[in-house]
């Protein structure tokens, strides 16, 4: 299994760096950001190390997934104040991964929080410009 020694997450999977566990299987572990954006901010990460979600087998990130889903509906039913949830993945510094150990953010929502995903678009696209996009998009797509 692919692991990195420097890696922050390889050493909590490995029992060298503590971590406030929610949830442990031979895939994944879960376990409570302790940088969190709001109450109740869960991380989903996969006991191999892969920097980018590019490198991991199909099967880790489906199950990466589902253990997102279950972790959603515990935090729907906890005390946690739950009324949304955001899944998020930052793949790549520039979309603001800090861990090089690509992991899945699960983060309790309720109205009224502060949180902003969005702080900026571009200027609305033509359709041409879209058009011309998904054509460059899936030009590139790698089967
Ligand atoms: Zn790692």
């Not at 376990?31 to 880790?60: K, T, W, Y």
């Not at 953010?105 to 995903?117: F, K, T």
Request: include cysteine; proline fraction near 6%; charge should be negative.
């Amino acid at each position: 299994m692919n692991t990195d020694p420097a890696c922050i997450f390889c050493k909590i999977i490995a029992g060298e760096m503590p971590a406030t566990m929610v949830a442990e299987d031979e895939v994944t572990i879960a376990f409570m950001d302790i940088n969190p954006v709001n109450e109740g901010h869960l991380l989903v990460v996969p006991r191999e190390h892969h920097q980018s979600i590019a490198s991991i087998p199909g099967s880790v990130l489906s199950h990466m997934a589902l253990i997102a889903r279950w972790l959603t509906a515990a935090l729907r039913a906890s005390l946690v104040r739950t009324e949304g949830v955001n899944l998020y993945l930052a793949d790549g510094a520039a979309a603001g991964q800090e861990v090089p150990h690509a992991h899945l953010h699960v983060i309790p929502r309720w109205r009224g929080d502060g949180i902003r995903i969005s702080v900026g678009r571009p200027a609305t696209p033509t359709r041409e410009q879209l058009e011309e996009m998904a054509a460059q998009i899936r030009a590139a797509a790698i089967d």
